[in-house]
């Protein structure tokens, strides 16, 4: 009697990345982006610019101030710390500068916030100076609130964001301290001191990456607004917005420029549908190579703008802004070639190598020529 056979069933895979269904690759997707946000921290390079950045910035903005401290912060400006306070218990903020009257104090803290931006700049102790310049921006941004800008509330969201980053791993002197740091003795995995080193760092780093994110998704909304908000608007529709904006009193600070680029309006109209094109289409560019071409238009838009309108404190914190969608290749292949630049500049020039000698026989003589 012969036997059926019967041919086996092949097992499914439990595999949820080989699954063919949408309904259970969301899960894989889900799991491969907490892992990601989880494990390894994302744009370093770009944090460290960020900080570099905007810490280089406010420190040279309190430093143009410095003649005008008194009536932009001091005891002795039109708004006084008293109104200041009645502000903030209608607003919630809050301001170091407005614990005291006292003229020495206020020089105290303008020194403090000197040597707090400087050292944030550095890098030196991040974690502790992330908090304290983050302090900083939040007081002077309160104690003058009616003279502060657009480009004042960007570094003001921008410094809190950095507080949760690991902004010091990089270009920094925290990260020059760990690279001459001695290694450590590896200790037991038994121990509880491991563990709440590694739930340590892995809080750092989803905090790290959440910020990060959060820092891109404000700079999208940005752009993305401003964009829509243009659109609206019928002198940006027709071509002749930034032919008013060149002709505001209140944004020339060199007339004679702003007078001679608005000689030319056939650029002034390509240039402004070119702006709103841009932060329009800003938020789709960035998951391609279209978004380098991009950013280097919005550079030179920005460097337009600090130049014809003068606003470079504004247009300085948009240009560090946007380096954070420059990922950490773009940075290391940058300094990779810058050192490789000046490694060949500083190389001594080598002698030439003397020419091979020829040599041939006439008769019984050997006779040795130069290759010509």
């Known amino acids: 009697m012969e036997t059926e056979r019967i041919a086996p069933v092949p097992r499914r895979s439990t595999d949820p990345r080989t699954e063919d ?8 997707r889900a799991r491969a982006l907490a892992t990601l946000l989880v494990e390894r921290p994302v744009s370093l390079y770009a944090a460290a610019v960020l900080r570099i950045g905007y810490g280089f910035l406010y420190l040279a903005f309190l430093l143009r101030e410095f003649p005008h401290r008194d009536e932009i912060w001091g005891p002795g400006s039109p708004w006084t710390p008293t ?3 009645e502000l903030f218990d209608q607003t ?4 170091v ?3 005291s009257d006292s003229r020495t104090y206020f020089e ?8 707090v931006s400087a050292l944030f700049t550095l890098g030196w102790r991040t974690r502790i100076l992330s908090v304290l310049f983050a302090v900083v921006v939040a007081s002077f941004h309160a104690r003058s609130i009616f003279m502060t800008d657009g480009g004042d509330n960007l570094i003001l969201l921008m410094t809190v964001c950095l507080v949760l980053t690991a902004c010091g791993r990089r270009w920094s002197l925290d990260a020059r301290r760990a690279r001459t740091r001695p290694a450590r003795k590896p200790r037991s995995r038994t121990a509880p001191l491991p563990a ?12 790290h990456n959440c910020a990060m994110f959060v820092i891109a998704a404000q700079v999208c909304f940005l752009y993305g607004s401003a964009g829509l908000y243009k659109v609206q608007g019928g002198t940006w529709g027709n071509g002749t917005a930034l032919h008013y904006v060149l002709n505001l009193q209140l944004f020339r600070p060199w007339p004679a420029l702003s007078q001679l680029a608005d000689q030319y309006p056939l650029m002034i109209a390509v240039t402004g549908y070119l702006t709103v094109l841009l932060q329009v289409a800003f938020p789709f560019t960035l998951f391609g190579r279209l978004k380098y071409p991009v950013l280097a238009a919005l550079l030179g838009m920005h460097l337009g703008i600090a130049l014809l309108m003068g606003l470079p404190l504004f247009s300085g914190a948009m240009i560090v802004a946007d380096t954070v969608f420059l990922p950490d290749r773009f940075f290391t292949s940058l300094s990779q070639r810058t ?4 490694t060949r500049k500083n190389k001594p020039p080598t002698a ?3 020419l091979p000698q020829q040599t041939r026989t006439e008769g019984a003589k050997s006779v040795s020529r130069p290759l010509a």
């Open 83 to 85: 109104l200041a306070r």
């Open 339 to 342: 050192r490789s630049l000046a």
């Open 21 to 28: 269904t949408g309904t259970t690759s969301l899960p894989a």
């Open 97 to 99: 500068l407005t614990l």
């Open 108 to 115: 105290c803290c303008y020194a403090a916030a000197l040597v």
């Open 92 to 95: 919630g903020w809050a301001s």
């Open 196 to 207: 709440l080193r590694d739930a340590g760092k892995t809080l750092t780093t989803t905090l």
């Open 352 to 354: 030439p190598t003397p």
